[in-house]
């Protein structure tokens, strides 16, 4: 069994910054892929930020240059550093990580979410 939980969320004004963060643990064989998805109330959840096991990024375009996505592989943990916040950044956001359980096992898993509210 593999367990995702994320931490860091909360209300902070626009222009402030949250670090999120997502611990992975459990059965876990090798974490290729984690990221961040957001999904705010009456939406779909869209990806955010993502970043291979050898550290390649990608981000979705409205949060490049402000959004820092950083893994390290020997905690199993993925962080999301977010500046220069925007109400529109409200929402909840998950942690991702597809993973093998085994050398030949392959699976995605989710955490339970954090609420980031960007608000004065």
């Known amino acids: 069994q593999v367990q995702l939980v994320e931490s860091g969320g909360g209300l902070v004004q626009p222009g402030g910054s949250l670090r999120l963060s997502c611990a992975a643990s459990?059965?876990?064989?090798?974490?290729?892929?984690m990221g961040w998805y957001r999904q705010a109330p009456g939406k779909q959840r869209d990806l955010v930020a993502a970043?291979?096991?050898?550290?390649?990024?990608h981000y979705a375009d409205p949060v490049k240059g402000r959004f820092t996505i950083s893994r390290d592989n020997a905690k199993n943990t993925v962080y999301q550093q977010m500046n220069s916040l925007k109400p529109e950044n409200t929402a909840d956001y998950y942690c991702n990580a597809n993973l093998n359980t085994t050398a030949r096992t392959t699976t995605d898993h989710w955490g339970q979410g954090t609420q980031v509210t960007i608000a004065s």
């Open positions: 459990g059965s876990i064989f090798r974490i290729n892929v």
């Open positions: 970043i291979t096991r050898g550290y390649f990024t």
